[in-house]
């Protein structure tokens, strides 16, 4: 059973457009979530993370939003640039608990 | 600095061996997790330690995968009787700590194939 959902395997944006990466979760005890980026041949890299005592947190063209009662978060890329071509994985904790993963979605940057 | 490092990169084994793959966590980071990641999924959790010891083995599927760090730094992955269903990228990962809003450091990756 996914805990943590992201239905989207792609997405396409043009260079300079926002890019929007979706993460829905089912256990109402995740309270820190996480997104990774992704580059083939190279472990995940830490992008940015929210709390959920927070519904947003923005650094740089990076903002997540976090949605409780939809057990929603999402990425917003703006403006988006081809070196933000990458899988993203969303990832969610409860406590200390050790961080659980979505499929991940390929974003494409089109110049 | 050095970021966590994993060797080796590839491994080819036949059905049957045993296998080890070692994982150097960032230096100071107290945490550290084992992944494992197939094609088109994401990072499935193994195990991890806070120092020496594992505080959490649920993630292991069974009794062939076992892992230890006995120094608190240095992790080996160790999997007995491979089987073509273990092909998959191990992922380690270390931490600061093992707190919630610490984030995971992960190392490039071992990618295991059993043929």
């Known amino acids: 059973d996914q805990q943590v959902k992201q239905n989207s395997p792609s997405l396409s944006v043009q260079e300079g457009r926002i890019s929007i990466l979706n993460c829905d979760y089912t256990?109402?005890?995740?309270?820190?979530f996480l997104w990774y980026k992704k580059y083939p041949a190279e472990g995940p890299t830490f992008l940015i993370s929210?709390?959920?005592?927070?519904d947003k947190n923005e650094d740089g063209r990076f903002t997540v939003f976090l949605n409780k009662s939809a057990k929603h978060l999402s990425l917003h890329i703006v403006p988006s640039q081809p070196g933000d071509s990458a899988v993203y994985f969303c990832?969610?904790?409860?406590?200390?608990?050790?961080?659980?993963f979505g499929k991940g979605t390929r974003l494409s940057v089109i110049a | 600095g050095a970021g966590v490092s994993q060797t080796p990169s590839n491994k080819v084994t036949e059905k049957g061996k045993y296998v080890e793959l070692r994982c150097d966590p960032i230096?100071?980071?107290?945490?550290l997790y084992w992944y494992r990641q197939s094609l088109g999924q994401g990072p499935e959790f193994l195990i991890y330690?806070?120092?020496?010891?594992?505080?959490?083995d649920s993630g292991l599927p069974n009794d062939r995968f076992f892992a230890v760090r006995p120094e608190g730094s240095v992790s080996t992955l160790k999997i007995q009787r491979t089987e073509r269903g273990d092909s998959a990228v191990y992922l380690c990962?270390?931490?600061?700590?093992?707190?919630?809003?610490?984030?995971?450091?992960f190392g490039n990756g071992t990618r295991l194939t059993v043929t």
């Open positions: 929210i709390s959920s005592i927070k």
């Open positions: 990832a969610a904790r409860s406590g200390n608990t050790p961080l659980v």
């Open positions: 230096s100071g980071h107290t945490a």
């Open positions: 330690f806070q120092g020496t010891g594992a505080a959490d």
């Open positions: 990962a270390s931490s600061r700590d093992s707190s919630y809003n610490s984030p995971l450091h």
């Open positions: 256990n109402s005890m995740f309270d820190y």
